[in-house]
């Protein structure tokens, strides 16, 4: 496909069951596959036989989750190309309805093989589990429904992507908008954060409709899969063996005990150093001493030479995966018009490489992507030689540890962009970004909590519940005047729209990130052999396997929480703000 930024790169390892020359963008040609993948299981006599089976059909799904994942990478480069879009959606409209239930006949056939309890159990252990899962999950009428789910998921990345303003006598993005919330003049900021925050509530009605349609969707799919409510169908449909609801919800109160009053000191800290009465939405990006912002790079090609000389200086083996990433042309991180917001890895299964999507503009928080999505990145070349498709990735819980750890790996080496001066500075915002994270975290989770568990709930009761929680976790921030835009603040997190429930991974992935830090400051080798090790393990080991695997406890209670705390709040004390 023309419009992907890197060439066509072959397979990890040739193909020994998928064609070497065959359309993966058309049914005729798959299902021949799966069929035959059908015949061959119930000719297995063996384990060695049924092994040899799995082999082969992970080789197919890999084939089919890199074509995915190709179309999905052109259509979120090139939102505006028509071309993209069609080929994106033909992949979730044709192939996929095709492939899930036949990739669920494969599962039902290997659950019921009777040489599968004859396979070596710390291998399969973790195999055998979620493929029960997912037979147990399966039901023919959620495929349509699920194909509906990502065409809304698509709607909302086509219109969020779409969304600019005049500034200055320019067109800008929102993402673009960005950097001006770091400026020092307070007008400008101010005029900056109300004119992009104008632009989303243009849209308002249509990202609330886009989302309306998207709970009515998802209810349905929890109920045809015999659940009460959505919620309780998504953790067991994403994997969460090893923590419930409740559990999430004593995450959210050690958050409001635990790090609400460090981020209410951090804001008071911010308003009075700022000189200000009260501290407004557009007080928070800039600098609390009104200095510039940090500008990391001017263009893209630094941002990049600069990384790799960090992970040059942290660790060869991981400078060396970064400066192969560039070599094949598996970065696309410059910010412009008709390109999906945010920021993502993905990896390509059948090559077993990582590319990376970013949307850098010169700000700090660009180096701080940069960091953590090669976390990911490196996550998925430590798997390489896993053969077992569904061992070469790990619970998100655990993918967010690579990626978060890698942050604060990495900052011990910003003097690469920075003076030394510069470089506390920045890492100073890096600590106090993660303490604000958590409240955010904990609000987009509990928000979800409430969504999916009040099944016909009204807009305005939505809005009522999301406002509750800003209360909550929203800190001393005065919004006066500006309600409107805090109600609907959820519009622009793009997790609730696509990807349901998948937001407190990333509150306890940083708890593991900073018990890896924790343990680097005492230990930098073995915590960063500790860290490659449980990269390396991918998805084969339980979840509090692969923490431990990293020299981490898989707990998020207050008694967990409150030293990583004390922590934070030692080192910041060390990190002068001027």
Known sequence: MDLLPFKSLPPHKPRAFVPAKIDLGKWAELEPLFSRLETRVAECRSPKELEAWLL????????????????????????????AEKAYLH?????????????????????????????????????????????????PANVPLETVEAKLSQQYQKLSGSLTVQFQGEEKTLVQMGRYLE????????????????????????FEEIFDSLVETRQQIAKNAGFENYRDYAFRKLGRFDYTPQDCERFHEAVEVEIMPLVRALQAERQSRLGLGTLRPWDLAVDPLN???????????????????????????????????????????????GKAPGGYQSTLAEARVPFIFMN??????????????????????????????????????????????????????????????????????????????????????????WVYTHPGHRPAERTTAWEELMGRFGGNVDWRGQETAQANLWHRQLH???????????????????QVWANSKSNKAGALRAYKTALGLGGSRPLP??????????????AAIAPLVKLVRSELEKLPVG
């Open 56 to 83: 082969d059909w992970s080789e197919l799904s890999a084939a089919l989750d890199e074509e995915s994942s190709r179309r999905y990478i052109a259509m979120t480069c090139h939102t505006d190309n028509a071309d």
């Open 91 to 139: 992949f979730v409209e044709k192939i996929e309805p095709e492939v899930k239930p036949r990739h669920f006949k494969l599962a039902q056939s290997y659950v019921a093989h009777p040489s599968r309890s004859k396979l070596p159990p710390a291998r399969y252990e973790v195999f055998d589990r979620d493929t029960t899962l997912q037979v147990e999950l399966f039901r």
């Open 183 to 206: 400026e020092p003049d307070r007008a400008l900021r101010q005029e900056a954060w109300e004119l992009l925050t104008r632009r989303r509530l243009q849209e308002a009605s249509k």
């Open 291 to 337: 200095r510039a912002p940090l500008r990391p790079f001017e263009e893209v090609d630094q941002m990049v030479g600069r990384t790799q000389q960090i992970f040059n200086r942290l660790d060869p083996e991981l400078a060396q995966g970064f400066q192969r990433m560039q070599d094949l042309k598996l970065l696309d991180l410059a910010n412009r018009k």
């Open 360 to 449: 850098a503009i010169g700000l700090q928080r660009d180096v701080e992507t940069i960091l953590h999505e090669a976390g990911h990145a490196f996550h998925a070349l430590a798997t390489r030689n896993e053969d077992l498709y569904a061992y070469r990735g790990a619970p998100i819980e655990f993918c967010e540890v690579a990626s978060m750890s890698m942050e604060l790996l990495g900052n011990e080496f910003l003097e690469e962009f920075y003076s030394q001066p510069e470089a506390n500075r920045a890492r100073r915002t890096h600590l106090e970004g993660i303490v604000s994270i958590f409240p955010w975290i904990a609000t987009v989770d509990s928000f979800q909590h």
């Open 496 to 514: 609730i729209f696509i990807h349901a429930f998948y937001y407190i991974e990333y509150g306890i992935a940083q708890l593991g990130a900073l």
């Open 545 to 558: 396997e692969l923490f431990g695997a990293a020299g981490c406890r898989f707990q998020f209670s207050r």
